[in-house]
């Protein structure tokens, strides 16, 4: 078992900046994959970016340029550096984990809001 709590999120204008962080415990020798997600009101979860234990990361068209996502393996946490923040952006942010390269993602957070006002 993993288990992840996110941390970080708030009220921030548009414009402005945050750092999420998703600290794993338990079987930590089991993450692979870490992703972030969001979902806003009324939509479907988007994966925001995904960093492998090794490999590419990916992000989402919509914060290219805008978020980082790094890993410290020492400290077992994912971090989401999301700078020049935009209303839209405003979701619960989840991480999960995935345990293989591939394939559905194993454990999730219960999610930080961020709330980005114009």
């Known amino acids: 078992q993993v288990q992840l709590v996110e941390s970080g999120g708030g009220l921030v204008q548009a414009g402005g900046s945050l750092r999420l962080s998703c600290v794993a415990s338990g079987s930590t020798f089991r993450v692979n994959v870490v992703g972030w997600y969001r979902q806003a009101p009324g939509n479907q979860r988007e994966l925001v970016a995904s960093?492998?234990?090794?490999?590419?990361?990916n992000y989402a068209d919509s914060v290219k340029g805008r978020f980082t996502v790094s890993r410290d393996n020492s400290k077992n946490t994912v971090y989401l550096q999301m700078n020049r923040l935009k209303p839209e952006d405003t979701a619960v942010y989840y991480c999960?984990?995935?345990?293989?390269?591939?394939?559905?993602?194993?454990?999730w957070g219960q999610g930080t809001q961020v709330t980005v006002s114009s």
């Open positions: 999960a984990i995935r345990t293989t390269t591939f394939g559905g993602w194993d454990y």
């Open positions: 960093i492998p234990r090794s490999g590419s990361i």
